[in-house]
């Protein structure tokens, strides 16, 4: 099974290739925990907006994952292991 800071470390350089406001998004909802209603606070916007900007970055990122990687899940339907056969991470 793969470490999640293995999958962690593949998803570093395809955030590179994301808009800059889904990076600055997923930055601090995903990877420093800050609450989506705190974000939206923060950058005067309605919750409801940022929660939609997040699921929607989250699912770029993740068809940029799938275009790029196999991913195997297990029984819980978390990643557990990573083949990077084309070596875009």
Known sequence: AEDSSDIAACLTPLLQLMPEEDRALLAAVDMNDLP???YARNAKLPYATV???VQR???RLKNLLLDCCEITL???GMPSELDDG???C
């Open 51 to 53: 929660k939609s900007r």
């Open 86 to 88: 084309n070596g875009c």
């Open 36 to 38: 989506q209603v705190e």
């Open 57 to 59: 970055a989250r699912k």
């Open 74 to 76: 297990d029984a819980r």
